[in-house]
């Protein structure tokens, strides 16, 4: 059902990263923060709540669109590490996340990724995952990948420390469909699946059987604790309304940094998310870019949806 994630070369989960923290010069503090992956050349997401305090408390705001872009770590603080296995060359790739996009309208915070050549000078090729924005269906099956904090990663971030860290896959069924949210925790496009995922895989994607990234791992309940009929509840948001966010980018054959919208890389092919084509931009009343969609009648029905 799932092939796609060990059958391709280099395999889907090279693009899926584990986020966490690290003290300037020093050893990574704690477990995994959460997981995130890759959506474009130096662009990677994961979830709000993932990184939220740790942002507000080590790096310095920039006013800009949106909720905010934060740049640069804070002299003598913490700075936030993204780092994967790379299955061709067999060792660690690590990846300083030096600007952080939070979204004000769902789960989620783009990062900007400054690759760290200090296992391997070659050339880092960038293997960005498909996305859709089209609405999943009740009884669809899908599964996610990310990073557990069950591994307590602890390695320093220097050439020759490799040690293997293992990912988490979860599969499930879609049970219920949100189309613009489900209460205050989760006040966007959501939907609840039965995919039993553990702590630290926050921000990992989450895959239809078409191989496409349908959703972002947002919060679970396990069972026991208010889920339905005992089982795990997994609430995963839609990815339509990341078009919204902003992020500072310096294109190939451009200079200097500028702003673009995820939805303006989306028309430009510099990330790839189908099923779109009736979402649009507008400024909310508080004067900030919105991702808009034109729900069709049938949550159910793709046809009027493009790429």
Known sequence: MFDFLDNQCPPVSDSILILRSKKTGGIPIGVASGSC????????????????????????????????VLVTPKLGSFELIASHWDSLTEAW???????????????????RLKPRFDSSPTKYQWRPLAMHGWPVKIGENVISV???????????????????????????????????SRDQLID????????????????????????????????SIPPGLDSVDGKHSCFSVSLWPL???VIEL????????????????NQMGYIRMAGVGNVHLKLSKDGQIEAVQNVPSSMTDRSNLTS
């Open 37 to 68: 992956f890759v959506i474009g050349p130096y662009l990677a997401v994961t979830a709000l709540h993932v990184i939220d305090d740790f942002a507000d408390a080590h790096y310095s705001m920039k006013t800009g669109l949106g909720r905010g």
């Open 146 to 180: 990310g990073y557990t904090s069950h591994n307590k990663p602890d390695r320093i971030l220097q050439a020759g420390e490799v040690e293997e860290i293992g990912r988490y896959r979860a599969k499930g069924v879609v049970e219920e469909i949100y189309p613009k």
């Open 93 to 111: 790739r690590d990846f300083e996340v030096d600007q952080i996009s939070l979204s004000k309208f769902s789960d989620f915070a783009v990062l």
């Open 250 to 265: 310096q294109l190939p054959h451009t200079t200097g940094c500028r702003s673009y919208s995820l939805w303006q890389l």
């Open 188 to 219: 966007s496009p959501c939907f609840l699946s039965d995919m039993p995922i553990n702590g630290g895989m926050s921000g990992g994607p989450v895959f239809s059987e078409n191989g496409l990234v349908c959703g972002l791992l947002s919060s």
């Open 243 to 245: 078009l919204g966010d």
